[in-house]
């Protein structure tokens, strides 16, 4: 546009920041500090992409996160399984026990109070969700695998993209070589992160998660719950939200029909720092599309696709700017 | 006693065998191909020790072993936890529901079957195993630990001596390293070692963990159970056993005093080898003590136990040639 027009139809401000993988520990105190230099009317995300090669999305709501790990502490030592085993605590059982106890048969999370701020979908929201193509079939065929599983009453799509979760991404204890050690570890591990939903709290479930741990911890051993740096707020932006409004209506010209409203599974956090300290909403406006491998080996992004999103980008700002 | 006396009171056969801590797999088949070399009346073991530097013990049970890997195995590969957390089952959790389901809430262990062949201590037992001196305290203390813990309705010698066990040794799944990553694992893996005691069978009691796991595994994933090499009978010499009573009558005369009858919550396997193929009892005649690190670092063994064990070994000999 400036090449081509000589000026932009708006004004821009660019915000880079690199640390969005580890959580962005340091972009909240910066923005609140800088806050008229980042005044905006709305923010605008890259990070982001489209159904496919011919239809459009509007993203709107993102999970929050956050992370905790924890620690069982048993005797002073590992100790030989045939001399103790059966008389002490084994804190291998303990963790399992600790993470057994936080989901009930049907995979709903069972930590008291886990649900209370967690807002229900409307009508309207599940029926958004359910017109948005989805074939388990080949989800599962995708995976691998034969059944999915989840919180009951809920579509796979809204499990994910709409409840909030709680899920162990690592765990250990004792030995892991090749065949066998009569050992009896004095220490058992695990990692959690937790999706939120709106009005889902990081630090709140923190909390929650560790009081659920310490009323279930047996007498005779010490379990400690950490938090972890990542964290961020659930985000949701109304579709109808005037910057959406125009997202779509660049997505209706680019492609010819009506995007989709989707919700990501995942998390990007600045978009609730971003309502947070500079009271805007953010709109996703990216043009990956899901078989780029996000995060993998290889992963690309097409060249057509950044010609598309360049014209697109351009035609964004020009209706920012008709108000 | 050859160079003193010029000859032995009773003929040895000598049978040293270095693959003790491996589940020694090849000795039993090496005994049943040469019965008649080995053939013998009782079979005397330098594998024990003395219950302290004036008192002396008397070994009349040993728990057996069997042990097994659990590998639990979801999609394809590992997976955004954000994009499916919550829609499929995790493997981390499956393992964690299963190893949680093989115990109740006091400690027993509720797979079908696994008591079938305990066969309970007689009064005169428990009575035996009361009368050597226990102090909870000082165990607790030197562990480390608030409480000691197990199967309801028996003492904590009980548990380790008498009782059959079932102990995870070592689980892994996922991520381990510092910080967070919020996968959603595709493994999930633990290894478990049971102790046994009469009359139950490793290959019995593998069956039934393996058919319990079966049972209780949830659709969709696949869950295997593997034996593991280690594998020993549970092993019971009487204490009126006619090896016994000239151990005992040494022990006497040595120490002065009666020798506690005790049992060790380890396996010994070869004991139950000998007695299945060469239809002969071990007794135990050693004299290590318990503060000399047994497989630890800097293990070591008193020289005054080498003079005292050699003028004991020389009155065994001499005991058994008077029959």
């Keep these: 546009l400036l090449k081509g027009e000589g000026s932009l139809p708006v004004n821009i401000k660019f915000c880079f920041e690199g640390q969005e993988e580890i959580g962005s520990p340091q972009i909240p105190g910066f923005l609140a500090k800088h806050k008229e230099l980042f005044a905006c009317d709305l923010a605008v995300s890259a990070d982001g992409g489209q159904w496919s ?57 069972t930590i008291a109070g886990f649900y209370d701020d967690v807002v229900d979908l409307t009508p309207e929201e599940r029926a958004a969700i359910a017109r948005v193509p989805f074939d388990e079939e080949l989800y599962l065929d995708d995976l691998g695998l034969e059944a999915t599983f989840g919180e009951a009453g809920f579509t796979t799509r809204e499990r994910v993209w709409a409840r909030p979760t709680l899920e162990v991404n690592g765990m250990w204890s004792g030995f892991q070589g090749e065949g066998v050690k009569t050992v009896l570890a004095n220490e058992a591990h695990a990692k959690i992160t937790c999706r939120l939903v709106s009005h ?36 949701t932006v109304p579709a109808d939200h005037w910057g959406n409004a125009v997202v779509a209506d660049v997505l209706r010209e680019v492609y010819g029909s009506e995007p989709y409203h989707v919700r990501s599974g995942g998390s990007i956090p600045i978009t609730g720092v971003f309502l947070d300290e500079l009271g805007v909403y953010t ?16 992963e690309f992004f097409r060249l057509s696709s950044f010609v598309k999103g360049q014209a697109a980008y351009c035609q964004l700002l020009k209706r920012f700017a008709k108000g």
Excluded: W
């Design 53 to 109: 090669n011919s239809e459009g999305i509007l993203l709107v709501a993102l999970r929050g996160i956050c992370g905790l790990q924890i620690d069982v502490k048993g005797a002073k030592t590992d100790l030989h399984s045939g001399m103790y085993g059966g008389s002490i605590r084994n804190p291998a059982h303990v963790l399992a026990e600790l993470l057994t106890s936080m989901h009930d048969a049907n995979g709903r999370i």
């Design 200 to 235: 889902q709290r990081p630090g709140k479930i923190v909390e929650l998660v560790t009081a659920h741990v310490a009323k279930h911890t047996p007498p005779g051993l010490t379990v400690t719950v950490s938090p972890q740096q990542t964290s961020g707020k659930p985000y």
């Design 283 to 298: 709109v996703s406006f990216g043009f990956g599309l899901d078989d780029e491998g996000f995060h993998a080996p290889n």
